[in-house]
Each structure stands twice: as C-alpha cells, then as structure tokens.
C-alpha cells in the first residue's frame, strides 16, 4: 500500500543536526528535479525580497519565512514526519505510533512538495515555504516541472499494490495515476453529515476533510491494514468503523473514489 498525502503549509523548525543531503532521499530519480527547484528557491530568496514574497504567494506576516528558504542548505535537517504540523499530521500523530506502525509508515507514507517533489516521512529535510501551487520565474509552474520525473519514479514506488490518494488538488496536478496503478488507486472524499431540521445535510469541510485522513491512515499503520485493491480498502474502513460510500471506476485505468461520512471528530 503506497498512501499519498500533502504537505502542511505550516512546518516545525528546523534541527539543528546534519544538514540536507539530496542524495540521501528517497526516489534518487526526483534527485536533479529536487536539485532544480532548491538552487532557483534560494537564489530567488536571497534577492529580492518582495519579488520572493509574491512568486511564493506570502502575507505581509509570513515575510520571514523568506529568510528561511536562504538556508536550505546549511539549515539542519528532520525527518520529515517531524517538519509536517497541521491539523491532518495532528490526527495522525506519528511520534505516538508503536514500532511496527512506525515502520509501516516508514514503508507506505509518500508526502507531496513543491520543493521536494514527494518524500517519505523518514527522510530528513529543513523547514521551507513553497507549496506546488508556485511559479518560479525559472522553472515556471511547479506542478508541471514535476511530472515528467514524477512520472518514472512513481509507477516504481507504487508497486502492484493499492495506492491511497489523500492528496489536495494542488499536489495531485504533479502525479495522476495512469492505466493498470490508477485502477487500484482510490481518491477519498470527506462529508460532514449533520441534520438540519430533521434532514441530513452533507458538506464537505476543511477540518472534518484533513482530521478524518489523519484518523483513516493512522487507523490502517495500527491495524496492520494491507488491502490489496479499492474494493479490498472499503471492507477494512468498514471493519475499522468507518462509514464509507463508494463508487466504483467507470471504466478502465480509472480511479475509485470513496466517500467517508463523518458526523463528529473528538
């Protein structure tokens, strides 16, 4: 099972143990596309103040978050489960795992990044701003410098198994499952269902949509959970307690996608 999750756009500091080392992470075929991205971020960063701040699309009050992608390469380095705050990290509260979830997330957790390209929550990175959704003055679009190597380097990672797809549009614009991967990814949807004199009435809502990924993948690392398929994912949610509608593909090569119906998140 290969989890597909987004970054947070908030981030912890930096360590202040070994610095970035590309060659370290995981996907070496990402390597010269991560190399690309980081010397044109920095480059950018360390000039222009405000002409950075608009190409990365920050407040007046995230300013400083500039001054921090100027030392990319020196900054100390984390695991990457430990960078990524937010309220989907939150529920799924990593450092809390036992050793066997841990090493199961290790092995199926892919985050997404405009910066990084994807990385595994073990691979040790500095804090940063750059979401996919920017555009280099170099590189252009980050969502589209990223598919080509996306391209090769995920159907590998992937492997014959299921591909869960928790990613926001903006990070699903670098890699679109194709053929025989995308018919056994599934794509998952949150509605808020509540009742409004009397009818139920559903929603979808920012919060409810990340806290319940958060709970759903950390209840598959602790189950154990490994369906093999979509159809296989929908009896484990269920089995975990879950309400789950789906739909199956309409076709060849094309994805599932899953409603979960929450009504509450403690």
């Given amino acids: 099972m290969l989890v597909l999750l987004p970054p947070s756009e908030g981030k912890a500091s930096s360590g202040r143990g070994t610095p970035l080392k590309l060659e370290s992470l995981s996907l070496p075929g990402l390597t010269e596309a991560r190399q690309a991205v980081l010397e044109e971020l920095v480059e950018l960063c360390a000039g222009d103040e405000e002409k950075a701040r608009e190409a990365l699309g920050l407040s007046e009050g995230l300013r400083g978050e500039i001054a921090k992608n100027t030392q990319l390469r020196t900054a100390g380095a984390r695991p990457a489960g430990e960078i990524y705050t937010g309220i989907l990290y939150d529920s799924l509260e990593l450092s809390s795992l036992d050793a066997a979830a841990k090493r199961r997330a290790a092995r199926s957790l892919l985050v997404f990044s405009g910066l990084w390209g994807a990385v595994r929550v073990t691979d040790r990175i500095p804090s940063y701003r750059c979401s996919m959704g920017v555009k280099l003055p170099g590189l252009g679009a980050l969502g589209a410098h990223w598919r080509t190597p996306m391209a090769a380097a ?32 599934a794509t998952v949807r949150v509605l808020h269902s509540q009742l409004v004199n009397g009818i139920e009435k559903r929603s979808v809502v920012s919060h409810f949509n990340k806290a319940t990924k958060g ?41 599932w996608a899953l409603d979960v119906v929450v009504t509450e998140i403690h």
């Fill in 215 to 255: 709970k759903i993948v950390r209840s598959l690392l602790t189950a154990g959970a490994a369906p093999k398929g979509p159809a296989e994912l929908v009896e484990v949610l269920r089995d975990l307690g879950y309400t789950v509608e789906a739909a199956a593909p309409g076709g060849a090569g094309k994805a």
């Fill in 154 to 185: 995920l159907p590998e990672a992937a492997g014959d198994g299921l591909v869960l797809d928790l990613r926001s549009s903006a990070y699903a614009t670098a890699w679109k499952p194709k053929g025989e991967v995308a018919g056994r990814t």
